[in-house]
């Protein structure tokens, strides 16, 4: 009888052991997922600061070193911003040209209904000086900035290669401004400004002080400055779907826009690559009269999608001179989209296109030239942690720097 009430006892005691330890496991692993959400939570949290992880000190410790030796004021009322603002006023967006802007635009309109003047007549707010930091403190701002040197050759690629309208006012000022011994279609066209005279423009322009074009400007232009205005978030071209993801997924979950799909980005980039194909045919009339070659015009259109690694560089321009005197823009998309499709298969190839095409368009710049323009982008580099001597550019050692034997551009 004693040996049963001792087992009894022991039976008990081991119960309440055994029942103890299960809940200490249940409130362990609750615990874990508490401190696992709320580690979630806090990430979210801290992926603020200028675009940065804010335990990331090292990008955060560039970031303001940068704004010291640069020698920028914090006074947000000293200057004019270029913004872009939601009409509930709470969002905020920088634009900088040639780091997604066209994208970005077209994101806003899409998500809060309004158009670009509308966008800019939001934003009067705040360039007034008395409202600029109340504004803002509002409201989630951002701007998009990308690498340097990608950006400048984006703009000669885009601009200046690429038949546009911006051949006869921009064209034709930097050429004037760079070249000597201009023929007479130069000087009333501008269509064949080389990526040399864009960045001889660009450093002497920059050196001298004057004012640049807005497309090859510093990115941290007193209208866009970080260390002047305090963004909240500063996304990178390289990074876009997951930076938009988090700044519009935030946006909707303070109910401050509609629903925001995830794969945005994605859409809005098939979007904009044949947006360039209105400007082709826009400029065409403009050039009659020229004895510029409409055979190299259209070429020019069609190397410009191999240079951006959209179609492979193995696929031949489609068309006999003869073609092109009657050529519809319905005919030349369908071409160009299903070149397109072909290539797709051949992201390796294409990604390496676009490597070799901006090192081959930077090989004609003398060594001079390329020492004094990483002077002119050092602060963008200083500011969002890009290199500023990038190796596939300056050391010719570099196994990129190994020029391809195709010739990207064609028709120049």
């Known amino acids: 009888m004693r040996r049963k009430k001792i087992f009894l006892l022991f039976m008990i005691i081991f119960g309440l052991q055994l029942l103890s330890g299960i809940c200490y496991v249940t409130e362990v692993h609750d615990s874990n997922q508490t401190n696992e959400s709320s580690r979630k939570l806090q990430e979210e949290k801290c992926v603020l600061s200028n675009g940065i992880l804010m335990n990331d ?10 704004c ?8 947000v009322n000293s200057t004019d911003i270029r913004a872009h603002m939601s009409p509930n006023l709470k969002l905020l967006y920088c634009r900088v040209n040639k780091c997604a ?5 077209e994101l806003l309109k899409q998500l809060y209904s309004c158009d670009t003047e509308c966008l800019i007549k939001h934003a009067e707010r705040v360039r007034l000086k008395a409202n600029a930091r109340q504004v803002m403190d509002d409201a989630f701002s951002f701007m998009v900035v990308r690498e340097p040197y990608g950006r400048l050759f984006s703009t000669y690629c885009n601009i200046f290669y690429f038949p546009k309208e911006d051949w006869l006012y921009r064209g034709t000022k930097l050429i004037k401004l760079t070249r000597l011994n201009i023929s ?29 074009d ?4 510093p990115m941290h232009h007193k209208s866009c400055n ?23 997924s935030k946006q909707h979950e303070e109910q401050y826009v509609g629903m925001y799909q995830k794969n945005t980005v994605i859409s809005l980039k098939d979007w ?28 020019r259109a069609w190397c410009y999608y191999q240079i951006t690694g959209h179609v492979l560089n193995a696929i031949n321009f489609p068309y006999y001179e003869s073609d092109l005197i009657e050529i519809r823009k319905e005919d030349f998309i369908r071409e160009l989209t299903k070149a397109m499709k072909i290539s797709l298969i051949h992201k390796d190839r294409l990604k390496l296109q676009r490597a070799e095409a901006m090192i081959q368009a930077y090989s004609t710049i003398s060594d001079e030239y390329m020492e004094r323009l990483s002077n ?3 602060g963008d580099c200083l500011l969002f942690g890009y290199e500023n001597k990038p190796a596939h550019l300056f050391d010719t050692t570099n196994c990129l720097q190994k020029k391809s034997d195709f010739n990207y551009f064609k028709g120049l």
């Open 214 to 217: 807005e497309h090859v400007r």
């Open 184 to 212: 007479n279609d130069s000087l009333v066209y501008g269509h064949d400004l080389t990526f040399s005279e864009l960045v001889k423009y660009t450093v002497d322009t920059f050196e001298i002080g004057n004012r640049m």
């Open 376 to 378: 002119v982008v050092l």
């Open 57 to 66: 000190t090292n990008r955060l410790d560039t970031l303001n070193k940068a």
């Open 272 to 299: 904009t690559t044949l947006g360039p194909i209105k400007h082709l045919f826009r400029t065409i009339p403009l050039l009659k009269g020229s004895t510029i070659s409409l055979y190299n015009v259209y070429l």
């Open 101 to 105: 802007s066209t994208m970005t635009l």
């Open 226 to 248: 970080p260390c002047v205005f305090k963004f909240d978030f500063i996304a990178h071209l390289e990074t876009l779907q997951n930076d938009f993801d988090f700044i519009f």
């Open 68 to 75: 010291r030796t640069l020698g920028f004021s914090e006074d």
